[in-house]
C-alpha cells in the first residue's frame, strides 16, 4: 500500500515537514492548506521539493462548509473553489478534499447537497480534480460516513467520492462494517487516526487527542480491513492532530509514524488472512518471556548495596571486562554499571533484558518497526547481546538466560559467582516501571506493543501532588513481563519538582518476610499515612491482625477479583527505587489505586543520594 501522511500531523515549517516525512520514507503526502498559507514556498516550489523527496501530493485540504446552502452562498462556494483548484493545479494535486459543513447557513437537505456537490465536481472534473468528500463527526447536517455515502451515491458524479477518517467514523461509534457496501472506486481517499478512549466532547477529542494508529484504543485496523475488502487501492494516510506532536521533532515523528503504518499493515493483514499482498508483514514479534535483568547504572554502590542487601540481594559476580556488578536473589537479577556515564540525578535505570525464546529474531523484528539496534560493546570473549533503543533510550537487550545451547551472558560474571540461593523470599523481578518524557509516551507504548509484542491495558490517569500522571502498563498474555509506562504532566518537569522515577518491582513469596528482613536492616522504606490505614479498615475486612500488620510494616493493600496484591516501597536513590509486591490468586494490576499515597509519600520523604 501507498503510505502517506498530512502535512499537519507534524511539527515545524512545511519544508522541514516535507524533508521529515521524505526522510521517514512515505509515498505521499497530504497537503494542508493552513501550511502552505504560512510558507514562503510558493506552490510550484512545494511541488519541486515532494517530487526531490520521492513524494507525491495525494491530497488537498480542507475545503470546508460548501454543500447545501442557498443560491448566493453556492455561488460564493464555487468563487472559493476555482481559486482552490488553481492553487492545486500548480501544486500538481488532483485530489481535494471537501468536509461535511458545520456551517449555521447549511440547510438538512441531503437532495441540495448532491445537487450543489455534483456541480462542483463538474467544475473539479474541468481541472482534472476529483472532489473526496467526508463527514466530520461534528458536521451539522452530515456527521456519518454512510450518510455522506448516501449524498455522493445521489449526486452520482464520477469525480466525487467519499473520503473515509478512521477517527471520525470511531469515535462516534458508528458502525464501521456497512463500508463494505460502499464501491472502493468510490471511497477516493482513506484517513487514519487513533485516540485514547475518553469521555470528551469530540471536536475538543479530535483537535487535541489523535494519535497515530496502535497508540490509542479504536480498532483501526478492523475499519482498515473492510475498507480493502471493497477493493480500495489508494493510499493509507496519517492525519492525526495531537498537541504533543505538534511540538515534537518532526523528524523522530515521522518515523513513529512510520511505525505505526507498519505495525498497522501487519494487523490488517492478520484480520484479513493475508489476502492483500501489498500490506507489509514484518518477522513476527517474539514475545518474551520473563526479565533476564534491570541494569542500574550508578556512580558509586553507595545506597544502591545497602537496598540491595536489606532486601536479601547477594553480590554474586562481576563483569570479566566491565565495571557491572551482578546482585542475584532467587530468578531476579539486577545488574549495577558503574562504568557508564555519570548521571547528575544518580542511580538510573538503563537497560532491560528481557528472555527471549530468539533474540536474533527479537532483533530482526525490532529492526523491521524502525527501532535503532544498538551496537554490541563486548570483549573478545563475551557472549553475544543483542539491544534496542526504546524511545526513552531505555536499553532493552534480548537475552536467553538458562539455555545451555546459546553462551549466555551470565557466564561473562562466571569469576566470583556464588550461588544465587540466598535466604531471601524473592524470585523474580514483577515489573518495571519507566518514566516517559511526556512527549514520547504514546511513542513508547506503540514500541513496547508493536516491537515486543505486549498486550496494552487501560490507559489511567493518576492524581499526584502535583498534577495528573498518566500511566498505562503493556504485558504479556501470562503477565511474565509486564511493564508500566508513567508519564507525569508537563509541570512536574519545570524543575521544581523531580517525577522522573523509575522502579524496578521484585516478586516475594512471603512478602511480610521481606518487609521484616528490610527493615532489621536498618533499610530505608516508604513510610504510609496512618490515614491511609484507618481508611482501608473501612474499605475491607480483613480482620485486626491483618491490618495491624500491613500498618506496622508500611504495606500497601489492593483486590480485585481474581486475588490480593501487597506491596511496598524502598527510599529513593537517583532516580530509582525499588517495590516489593506479593501477588495472591490471579490480581493482574498494579496496585494503581495505591500510586497517588505513594506519590505523595515521596514528595515528603528525604531522598536518598548515592553521590
Ligand atoms: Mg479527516
Ligand atoms: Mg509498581
Redesign the pocket.
Known amino acids: 500500500m501507498r503510505r502517506s501522511i498530512a502535512t499537519v500531523s507534524l511539527s515545524g515549517s512545511l519544508a522541514d515537514k516535507l524533508t521529515a516525512i521524505g526522510g521517514a520514507g512515505f509515498d505521499g503526502v497530504e497537503i494542508f492548506e493552513n501550511d502552505l498559507l504560512v510558507s514562503g514556498l510558493s506552490p510550484e516550489d512545494v511541488r519541486r521539493r515532494a517530487a526531490d523527496l520521492g513524494l507525491a501530493i495525494e491530497l488537498y485540504q480542507p475545503f470546508r462548509d460548501f454543500e447545501a446552502v442557498p443560491p448566493d452562498t453556492l455561488a460564493d462556494g464555487l468563487r472559493r473553489a476555482e481559486h482552490k483548484f488553481a492553487v492545486m493545479e500548480r501544486l500538481g494535486v488532483t485530489r481535494m478534499l471537501v468536509c461535511s459543513s458545520v456551517s449555521r447557513a447549511a440547510i438538512d437537505d441531503d437532495a441540495l447537497a448532491a445537487e450543489q456537490l455534483w456541480l462542483l465536481a463538474e467544475r473539479a472534473a474541468e481541472h482534472g480534480i476529483r472532489i473526496a468528500y467526508e463527514a466530520l463527526a461534528w458536521g451539522r447536517h452530515v456527521s456519518d460516513y454512510f450518510h455522506a455515502w448516501k449524498i455522493v451515491r445521489m449526486a452520482d458524479h464520477p469525480n466525487l467520492g467519499v473520503c473515509l477518517d478512521s477517527f471520525h467514523i470511531l469515535a462516534r461509534d458508528v458502525d464501521p462494517y456497512a463500508i463494505r457496501t460502499i464501491p472502493g472506486e468510490k471511497i477516493f481517499f482513506l484517513q487514519l487516526a487513533d485516540a485514547p478512549s475518553l469521555p470528551m466532547d469530540v471536536l475538543y477529542w479530535s483537535r487535541h487527542y489523535r494519535c497515530f494508529p496502535g497508540q490509542g484504543d479504536l480498532d483501526v485496523a478492523g475499519l482498515v480491513a473492510h475498507v480493502l475488502r471493497t477493493g480500495y487501492d489508494g493510499p493509507l494516510s496519517l492525519e492525526v492532530f495531537n498537541d504533543i506532536f505538534r511540538q515534537a521533532a518532526s523528524m523522530r515523528t515521522a518515523q513513529d509514524a512510520m511505525r505505526s503504518l507498519i505495525a498497522l499493515e501487519e494487523q490488517v493483514g492478520l484480520r484479513m488472512g493475508r489476502t492483500v499482498t501489498s500490506l507489509s508483514s514484518p518477522p513476527p514479534p517474539v514475545v518474551p518471556t520473563g526479565f533476564a535483568f534491570a541494569e542500574v547504572a550508578a556512580p558509586s554502590m553507595g545506597a544502591l548495596g545497602t537496598l540491595l542487601d536489606a532486601l536479601g540481594f547477594a553480590r554474586t559476580g562481576a563483569h570479566s571486562g566491565k565495571p557491572v556488578e551482578l546482585w542475584e536473589q532467587g530468578a531476579a537479577r539486577v545488574l549495577v554499571n558503574s562504568g557508564s556515564t555519570e548521571s547528575p540525578d544518580g542511580p538510573a535505570l538503563g537497560a532491560i533484558g528481557l528472555e527471549s525464546p530468539d533474540p536474533a529474531a527479537s532483533v530482526k523484528r525490532a529492526e523491521a518497526l524502525l527501532s535503532p539496534v544498538l551496537p554490541r560493546m563486548r570483549g573478545p570473549h563475551d557472549a553475544p547481546l543483542d539491544a534496542v533503543a526504546a524511545p526513552d533510550g531505555t536499553e532493552v537487550f534480548f537475552c536467553r538466560t538458562a539455555r545451555p545451547d546459546h553462551p549466555s551472558w551470565i557466564d561473562d560474571f562466571s569469576e566470583d559467582r556464588r550461588s544465587a540461593g540466598s535466604a531471601g523470599e524473592i524470585t523474580h523481578i514483577d515489573?518495571v516501571?519507566l518514566t516517559q518524557p511526556w512527549h514520547h509516551f504514546d511513542e513508547a507504548s506503540l514500541f513496547y506493543r508493536s516491537v515486543l509484542g505486549l498486550r496494552p491495558h487501560e490507559s489511567l490517569e493518576l492524581p499526584d501532588p502535583y498534577g495528573l500522571m498518566r500511566s498505562r502498563a503493556v504485558s504479556t498474555e501470562d503477565g511474565a513481563v509486564r511493564v508500566?509506562l508513567n508519564v507525569a504532566n508537563v509541570s512536574a518537569y519545570d524543575g521544581s519538582h523531580d517525577l522522573a522515577w523509575q522502579?524496578i518491582?521484585f516478586a516475594s513469596r512471603d512478602i511480610v518476610a521481606t518487609a521484616r528482613r528490610f527493615r532489621a536492616a536498618g533499610a530505608s522504606m516508604l513510610s504510609i499515612p496512618e490515614n491511609y490505614y484507618d481508611d482501608l479498615v473501612a474499605r475491607y475486612d480483613l480482620g485486626p491482625e491483618r491490618h495491624r500488620l500491613l500498618r506496622e510494616l508500611n504495606l500497601l493493600y489492593d483486590r480485585d477479583e481474581q486475588g490480593e496484591f501487597l506491596?511496598f516501597y524502598t527510599g529513593t536513590t537517583g532516580r530509582v527505587f525499588f517495590?516489593i509486591?506479593q501477588r495472591i490468586g490471579g490480581y493482574r494490576g498494579?496496585?494503581a489505586v495505591n500510586?497517588p499515597v505513594r506519590l505523595a509519600a515521596q514528595h515528603v520523604r528525604p531522598r536518598h543520594r548515592s553521590d
Open positions: 515489573h516501571a508500566a522502579h518491582a506491596h517495590e509486591v498494579y496496585g500510586a
